[in-house]
């Protein structure tokens, strides 16, 4: 019996071993087929363009796409050229097919096609060549595709050349527009630094003067802090930071803010140990501290602000609160946009608003509009201005520099 049973399993066995590969050999054949090998081959090859053409078209980003762009095109050679007709590189490599016929007639058709039409030429000895203009959605000029091919350049080439183009064209399109973002970052943080009130560096400095032969230790603390203030706002990095580098920054400008006010300014800070890794946009709490500062003190001899930051969940919410004069929200709703205190930006000519105008906006470029500012606000009843920020977002990270900003 136990033969029998030996030879039942060793079959059972072989038969599912069989059925395995069997099964194997299906499985590849339903998901390898040519067809879904050449799909998979295409796209790869794209998105190898992709990433180098998303650093925008010059002669490095060119030079690196150029062979997956024949590659998509399945042309003998490929030559880019830039929106000015300026050859930028061309595959393959070599003189090849490169003479100096085949140079000149890409030239001369990649001239022609700058005005925004193709531009086919035959019988180039034994060859065509096919000059695509690469264009915007607007209609701009980014640059020119040229392909070279012993083939005769059917209807079906020159719709696959046309796909390519069109391709390539949005990828140095959207590095164009990452670019622009990028510039309207920097624009933005050179905004809000002019937005440090000059009032502030004028009286810390008296402040600093004031201290030099009363307490010259406190004279030289406060010189430390208002440098560090002032080298962390003018610094070069990203534009991104995390809150402990933000809040250590405005420990320095509320420290010389209470060296000048004394007593008559009282400061509580509370936040949450787990938020302070959160990334949020370069001095964005610096408008919102300063206009505290300055409400609640105008026409007043003390006031107190609260800064807390905790943990929502998924997000991370900052407050800045003070109990000073307050502000008109209908100045607040001033503009053709409605107020920070409906949920959306405000616009208003008074630099703090603008200082907070500024922030919103960021915060809503970098996270969605679910994430701009909040203001809560009325005249003689104080002004709270919350800030929520995600405590995880793809892509925002903040930049590494002289204060040893972390990274999320």
């Known amino acids: 019996m136990s ?7 060793t079959t ?13 050999v299906r499985t590849r054949r339903v998901v ?52 000015d007709g300026q050859l930028l590189a061309r595959d393959p490599d070599g003189d090849g097919i ?38 915007a959605e607007n209609g701009d000029m980014l640059g020119v595709l040229v392909v070279v091919t012993t083939r005769s350049p059917a209807p079906g080439m020159l719709g696959a050349v046309g796909e390519v183009a069109r391709y390539a064209a949005s990828q140095i399109e959207l590095a164009e527009l990452d670019a622009s973002r990028a ?8 905004a809000l630094r002019a937005q440090i009130s000059p009032h502030f560096i004028y009286n ?9 032969r009363t307490d010259p230790d406190r004279a030289r603390e406060l010189i430390l802090e208002f440098a560090d203030f002032t080298r962390y706002s003018f610094r070069a990095a990203g534009q991104y930071t995390t809150l402990a580098d933000e809040l250590r920054n405005i420990d320095r400008y509320l420290n010389l803010e209470r060296a000048r006010f004394g007593a008559a300014l009282t400061v509580t800070l509370r936040v949450a140990p787990e938020v302070l890794n959160v990334v949020v946009p370069f001095l964005a709490l610096q408008p919102l501290v300063e206009n505290a500062v300055r409400h609640g003190f105008a026409g007043r001899g003390s006031g107190s602000i609260e800064l807390v930051a905790r943990d929502e969940g998924s997000d991370c919410v900052i407050t800045v609160e003070d109990d000073g004069v307050g502000m008109d929200p209908d100045a607040l709703r001033a503009g053709p946009s409605d107020a920070l205190s409906d949920g959306s930006p405000v616009t208003d000519g008074n630099s703090a608003h603008v ?15 679910d994430y701009g500012l909040v203001v809560e606000t009325a005249i003689g009843a104080g002004t709270k201005v919350v800030m929520r920020v995600p405590k995880f977002r793809s892509g925002v990270r903040a930049s590494g520099g002289a204060f040893g900003v972390g990274k999320q």
């Open 32 to 83: 390898a087929t040519p067809t879904e090998r050449a799909v998979h081959t295409a796209l790869h090859t794209a998105s190898l363009a992709a990433r180098a053409l998303r650093q925008g078209l010059d002669a490095e980003s060119a030079g690196t796409a150029a062979p997956f762009l024949r590659g998509l095109t399945g042309t003998d050679g490929v030559a880019l050229f830039d929106g």
């Open 183 to 190: 510039r309207l970052d920097r624009a933005e943080v050179l």
């Open 98 to 135: 490169w003479d100096d016929d085949i140079l000149d007639a890409c030239d001369g058709a990649a001239q022609q096609s700058i005005a925004g039409e193709r531009r086919v030429l035959t019988h180039v000895k034994a060859s065509a060549v096919v000059a695509q203009p690469l264009l």
């Open 12 to 24: 059972a066995l072989i038969l599912a071993a069989v059925a395995a590969v069997v099964l194997a």
């Open 3 to 9: 033969g029998e049973l030996a030879i039942a399993l």
């Open 355 to 369: 200082g907070l105008t500024n922030v919103d906006h960021r915060l809503r470029a970098a996270f969605g509009n």
């Open 204 to 212: 810390a400095l008296n402040t600093i003067a004031s201290f030099v």
